[in-house]
């Protein structure tokens, strides 16, 4: 075998391997997230949505919970249904959902982003103060800047439960461990 034909076989190899270790890698990618859309039917809380249907037979869960924020208890008045309040507009909109997992929680809601057009449904509720966010630390997500920013706006504006006047001075969990102790 001369050398040319040497090179283009080692060429070929190496080309090979390139081709087998990019495949090997998107293989090992994670998929992407599941995306669906459904129908909203009603807000049961500041940060889950009652859906008209089913997503799916696969998927027969019909509540969403929006990833990454959480709202007032519905008890704390007035933030719990204002946070409510601030889903209302969302009544018989089709949104879009990016599951974060595909297996319902506890309660069989799906936790999901969801944005209506091109809004993400998550950070418009940080942006009016509706909402918090739900671990300061979970940079993970890849909305974790977006919903950050938002949340910080509504921080400094003042608004919803960062109201100077009647801010929420107490997060949902404490007072649910606080109330069920009473």
Known sequence: MGTFARRVGQRSLIGLGIIVIILLLSYMAPAAPAQLTATVDYAKSGNTLELLFELSQVTPVSTIRLAAIEAPDR??????PQARDCLADLHNQIIRLELVDAQPDAYNRLWAYGWLHRDSINADSLAAGCTYLADPTDQFSPYYPEMLYAQEEARILGLGIWDP????????????ERSHSL
Not at 165 to 176: G, I, Q
């Open 165 to 176: 006047e009647n801010p929420l001075r107490e997060t949902a969990k404490s007072f649910r």
């Open 75 to 80: 008890e704390q008045v007035p933030w719990g």
